[in-house]
């Protein structure tokens, strides 16, 4: 069974940085697209960010462009999302998200609670 | 980034059919078929159960079905359950490869 395991959250002061990580396992990672996905405290999904297999595209929500990077380390299984500039609005739990054949996620780790507050 | 829109709440008694739907743009929705529903439970990550507008993905109910016409997509549930009683979202593909999710809607059993 597919297995996806978000680290690095926590809470951080506005204007902070703060690196997530995905850890990937049973299925072949580098053969796909990974994306990360976010959900605020007792709100609606929103997509945040994809990279493609190879890591040769990346694209972002205009909400983080220029703030986030996402990346992956295919050697070590990895995914993930550089995050600086943070803002009061980018708290939320982080889910790293794996494509199924085009812009579809079908699994999702368990989430990572990024909290930015002073 | 504007979100698909998807009503509040829709409920139904069990064994009714309910429809729930997510309307865009001809810039997302209506654009491309590439259109997911998920389930997602309190506290628990989103569940996969219908992609490129019609498809289920291995090992979820035909219970659940997808639907397209113009701007609008629409899921339907039938037979309603009380294991059904949860959270639903859309999503699409958007012009500028770019993903947007519905507003969410809280199915409620009777």
């Known amino acids: 069974q597919v297995q996806l395991v978000e680290s690095g959250g926590g809470v951080v002061q506005p204007g902070g940085s703060l690196r997530l990580s995905c850890a990937a396992s049973?299925?072949?990672?580098?053969?796909?697209?990974m994306h990360w996905v976010r959900q605020a405290p007792g709100k609606g999904l929103e997509w945040v960010a994809a990279?493609?297999?190879?890591?040769?595209?990346?694209y972002y929500a205009d909400s983080v462009k220029g703030r986030f990077t996402i990346s992956r380390d295919n050697s070590k299984n990895t995914l993930y999302l550089q995050m600086t500039s943070l803002r009061v609005e980018d708290t939320a739990v982080y889910y790293c998200?794996?494509?199924?054949?085009?812009?579809?996620?079908?699994?999702w780790g368990q989430g990572t609670l990024v909290t930015v507050s002073s | 980034q504007p979100a698909l829109t998807q009503p509040a709440s829709v409920s139904g008694s069990p064994g009714q059919s309910i429809t729930i739907s997510c309307t865009g743009t001809?810039?997302?929705?209506?654009?491309?078929?590439?259109v997911s529903w998920y389930q997602q439970h309190p506290g628990k990550a989103p569940k996969l159960i219908v992609y490129?507008?019609?498809n289920r993905p291995s090992g979820v109910s035909n219970r659940f079905s997808g639907s397209k016409s113009g701007n609008t997509a629409s899921l339907t549930i039938s037979g309603l359950q009380a294991e059904d009683e949860t959270d639903y979202y859309c999503?699409?593909?958007?012009?500028?490869?770019?993903?947007?999710f519905g507003t969410g809607t809280k199915v409620t059993v009777l």
């Open positions: 998200a794996k494509r199924l054949q085009s812009w579809e996620f079908d699994y």
């Open positions: 049973r299925f072949t990672f580098s053969n796909y697209a």
């Open positions: 990279i493609t297999y190879d890591g040769s595209n990346e």
């Open positions: 001809s810039s997302d929705v209506g654009g491309y078929k590439f």
């Open positions: 490129d507008v019609t």
């Open positions: 999503s699409s593909y958007r012009t500028t490869s770019t993903l947007v």
